[in-house]
């Protein structure tokens, strides 16, 4: 993947074969963790797309982004503005959580956190631009069933699709499957070459993170097409590829989504 260009696929004509019957449950949304890097060009970006027009171009290539943004700072409504009027209608944003919840807070004492977050999003959820909040857990935060359970009772209310990628091997246990499948929060499937998520399913949506370094082969695709395939009868997939210096995390989500064309065609 890192030597070869993915063609281009009509994203407007994914959403029909990804969506049959025109049910928005059965959507996949495939992309990558941000957009916003010069050196995809000219491999992704081709040479004459400014900066500026860079998430315009890359919303004609994939339907999704994760948007790493929210961990450092919370957007403006003029910033999400633009983000929104530079994609299609059926392009969807998905968040990072703040570190100051994740990392800082470690999910004690939330509740006005996750409240400013749902109300600096509202204008995306409004717009059905919506697609999930990521939690990404430390590394150094070992399992505690309790207080997520007590984080997402009190988050309950901001109505924000939540996934969890927990990076110590702790939590995954049952305890914590079912708080999560009891609030209808998504366990994130992340690749991480310490640590191997396992692939359950806890909410009505799942979420994949797929982090190898210098993108996947042929076959790993067609592996990756087929669970996202096999998980969209159950409601909408979220797929996030690595972003790095290189373009291939996105040469890949592009690759993906081309397959999904092709079998669902």
Known sequence: MR??????????????HLAPGGDSRDRIFVGTSGWAYASWKPDFYPGAVPQKKFLEYYATQLNSVEVNYTFRQLPNASILAGWMASTGSGFRFSF????????ILRLKDCGDGVAALAQTLAPVAAAGRMGIVLFQLPPNFKADPARLDSFLLDAKKSRL??????????????????V???HGAALCVAEN???ATPDLVTAPFACYRLRMSGGYSAAQLEEIRSKLLSRCSEGEVFAYFKHE?????????????????????
């Open 3 to 16: 030597s070869e260009k993915a063609g281009s696929p009509d994203v407007s004509q994914l959403a029909e």
């Open 96 to 103: 990072k959580a703040p570190q100051r919840l994740t990392h």
């Open 161 to 178: 699709r939540m996934a969890f990628e927990f990076r110590n091997a702790t939590w995954f246990c049952e305890k914590v499957y079912a």
């Open 180 to 182: 999560l499948r009891t």
């Open 193 to 195: 070459e310490d640590l």
């Open 245 to 265: 210096d290189e373009p291939s995390g996105a040469l890949c989500a592009v690759a993906t989504l081309q397959l999904l064309s092709q079998r669902r065609a």
